[in-house]
Structures are given as structure tokens and as C-alpha cells.
């Protein structure tokens, strides 16, 4: 028999989920510009309808034993035009708060998910003179409406908005050529307004603030450490250095990839690797929160993402198994980790195309209709026990 190994007391089992990939017609967003402007693209249209069914999705996480849930507040629907901000938007984003509270899942709540407003966009995105002080503004805003909640992210994985960002300035789309690195000088900027917003809102809430890493837990091939370190500052420690001075991070993780003398090894075709076309590599979880660990020193750690592309929900489940166990091993030699949020709670909008799917709940494009999958009660099953 295997030996039940439980997480700390008061530990938060959740799942997360992005404004813009569930709950549909985020009109004004430079996404859905692009969704609509770029060949190839799908677009994300009614989305899941999560605007309007948010109840029914976190009933369905709270009926199955969790006790947090990760979403997104959509700037682009709060301020639609420059200094034009939606009181019913922000109304509508408090009932989200509210219901979380009274289903007992405490709310850990997102700023920024990748998308931001049109006319922020067209006027210089990040790059602009004034972008740090239009996101303060934002901030300023959904403050109102933050009383109570416990845990907010300024940025969900500023780096790998710095590398869709760099992308799009060089002409590349979403379409990243192979061994692309975030921009660094889009990364300084999301730097500096992180460090502005996080002590506001911190101020003027009483929240935990911190942002989320996309971690994607390198490793160096022999003769690749000097590259390691160098491709390893561009992708992850400019990020989480200045985590140093936050109430927590989050780390995001799903696989892990090799670096030799010239950079980041593609991962290679392989039978296991998922829908993402990523290495099946459920260890990522500790390697990330290792490095996370080492950069940021006694800095609690949230685990904001971590799940699998694939249409197989048995092997959703053996993965998701495995990385709670490296987890756990690393919780064993000291690091601070207060909590797993699995991505995602539904199959969702994949930025620009449908099939990868990482839910623990299907959705039935046409009706909405949510189906929960055994991985929903497997997990869940685990968050009640609060062990494995």
C-alpha cells in the first residue's frame, strides 16, 4: 500500500480559467482584433458563454470539494475607450467575487490575461509613454470592487506577453519561429508596471499581490549551462526577480525543455507528447518550483497553472497524479507552497484555435452544456482529503 502524503493545512485546491478564453464576445479586446484579422485563426465568438453561466461553472467546482477558483477581470470590458469605465462591468465582475465567496472557493483573481483594450493597443501598447500610468488607472478601478478578496494577480505570465507581443512587433504573429525569446524591452515595461500596481492595490485592499510565471523548467544539455543561464534570464528570472518583494508567486508549468550551446531545443515528435505538442513531462512542476524557489528565496509560492493538453482524461488524471507527487517532494524540503490551481477548469479557447483541451469539464460548443469529467471528482477528490 502507498502511503497518504498530505499537504499543508489550509491548503487552496482550485482551478483556473482567462476572461477572454470562456466567456465570449470580449468585443473591444486587441484579441479579438486579431481573432478576426489574422488567416488561420479560429476565433473565439461566444466563447463558452462563462459571462453569463460563471455560477453554474464554479458550482460545478465547488460541488466537487475544491475551495479556490482563479479567473480573469477583462480590461477591455471594464474601460471600452480610453477613460470610459463600466460601472455594470464592475458590478458584474463583484458578482463573480461574491458568488465565489458564498459557494465557499475563495476568489483569486487576475488583472491581466494576456488581453487588454483595442485603443490601449493602438496607442503604443506596453511600449507607450503612459502605459504604466493606464493600467494604474485600471487598477485603480477594480479596487473598488475588491474588498475581501485574499489574492490578486497583477499579470498572468508577463513573459509570455512579452513574447507574443515581441512577435507581433517583428511581423510574426502568433506564429513563433522556433527558439523565439520573450522582448525584453516589452519585459522591462510589464516590470515596471507590476511594481507600480502591485503596492496600490496591495495599499488599498489588504489583498496578497503578486504576478504568475510562465516557468517552463529548463534544463542544460552537457556544454549547454552558460546558455541555461543566459536564455533562463530572459524567459524567467527578470520576472521573478522582482517577485523578491511580493506576498507571493505564481508558477505555471506544464512541461520542461532542454537547452544546448545554441538555445532551447524544439521538443521533438514523440507518440507521448500532448496536443500542445509538448513532452509529456509531469516532473516540470518541481523543476519549476525548485528554480522559483532559488530565485525568489521564502516568497510563498501559488501553483496558478499546471494541467495537460489531451483528449485522454485517464492520462489527464495519471499526469496530474504524478506532478502532486513532485510537488509534495518539494513541499517535504521546505518550499513554501500554498496551493494547486489546475488548468483549466474547462475546455476552452485556446488562443486562436479550439482543440487542445485541458479541462476537467467539456463543453458542448452548441448547447454550452457542461460535462464533467471523471478527472473533476478525481481531483476534487483528492482537494477534500487534502492529500494524495
Not at 73 to 81: D, F, G, L, T
Not at 158 to 187: S, T, Y
Not at 267 to 294: C, F, K, Q, S
Amino acid at each position: 500500500m502507498h502511503t497518504p502524503r498530505p499537504f499543508p493545512a489550509d491548503f487552496l485546491w482550485g482551478a483556473s480559467t482567462a476572461a477572454h478564453q470562456i466567456e465570449g464576445n470580449n468585443v473591444n479586446s486587441d484579441w479579438w482584433q486579431l481573432e478576426h484579422s489574422r488567416p488561420g485563426m479560429q476565433p473565439s465568438g461566444d466563447a463558452l458563454d462563462s459571462y453569463h453561466r460563471f455560477e453554474e461553472d464554479m458550482r460545478l467546482l465547488a460541488q466537487a470539494g475544491f475551495n479556490a477558483y482563479r479567473f480573469g477581470i477583462e480590461w477591455a470590458r471594464i474601460e471600452p475607450a480610453r477613460g470610459h469605465f463600466s460601472r455594470a462591468l464592475l458590478a458584474h465582475y463583484r458578482r463573480m467575487i461574491d458568488t465565489a465567496r458564498g459557494l465557499g472557493l475563495t476568489p483569486i483573481v487576475t488583472l491581466h490575461h494576456f488581453t487588454h483594450p483595442a485603443w490601449f493597443g493602438e496607442a503604443g501598447g506596453w511600449l507607450a509613454a503612459d502605459a504604466t500610468d493606464l493600467f494604474a488607472r485600471y487598477a485603480e478601478q477594480v479596487c473598488s470592487i475588491l474588498d475581501g478578496v485574499e489574492w490578486v494577480c497583477t499579470f498572468n505570465e508577463p513573459n509570455v506577453v512579452a513574447l507574443m507581443h515581441g512577435a507581433r512587433r517583428v511581423g510574426a504573429g502568433q506564429e513563433f519561429p522556433p527558439g523565439m525569446l520573450p522582448d525584453e524591452e516589452i519585459g522591462a515595461a510589464l516590470v515596471g508596471a507590476h511594481k507600480t500596481v502591485a503596492p496600490l492595490i496591495r495599499d488599498r485592499v489588504g489583498a496578497k499581490v503578486g504576478w504568475t510565471i510562465g516557468n517552463q523548467a529548463f534544463q542544460a544539455a552537457p556544454g549547454g549551462e552558460a546558455k541555461l543561464a543566459e536564455v533562463q534570464w530572459i524567459w524567467e528570472d527578470m520576472y521573478l526577480e522582482p517577485a523578491r518583494h511580493d506576498d507571493f508567486v505564481g508558477v505555471q508549468t506544464y512541461t520542461s525543455q532542454v537547452v544546448d550551446e545554441h538555445g532551447i531545443r524544439p521538443h521533438p515528435d514523440h507518440p507521448d507528447n500532448t496536443l500542445m505538442g509538448w513532452a509529456y513531462r509531469p516532473d516540470a512542476i518541481g523543476i519549476a518550483v525548485r528554480h522559483t524557489r532559488e530565485v525568489v528565496g521564502d516568497v510563498p509560492i501559488l501553483i496558478t497553472e499546471n494541467g495537460l493538453a489531451t483528449d485522454d482524461d485517464e492520462r489527464r488524471i495519471a499526469y496530474t497524479r504524478a506532478a502532486l507527487g513532485h510537488l509534495r517532494d518539494a513541499i517535504e524540503e521546505g518550499i513554501d507552497v500554498r496551493g494547486y490551481l489546475h488548468w483549466s477548469l474547462l475546455d476552452n479557447y485556446e488562443w486562436g484555435r479550439w482543440e487542445p483541451t485541458f479541462g476537467l469539464v467539456a463543453v458542448d460548443h452548441q448547447t454550452f452544456a457542461r460535462q464533467p469529467k471523471p478527472s473533476l471528482s478525481w481531483l476534487g477528490a483528492v482537494a477534500k482529503a487534502n492529500k494524495i
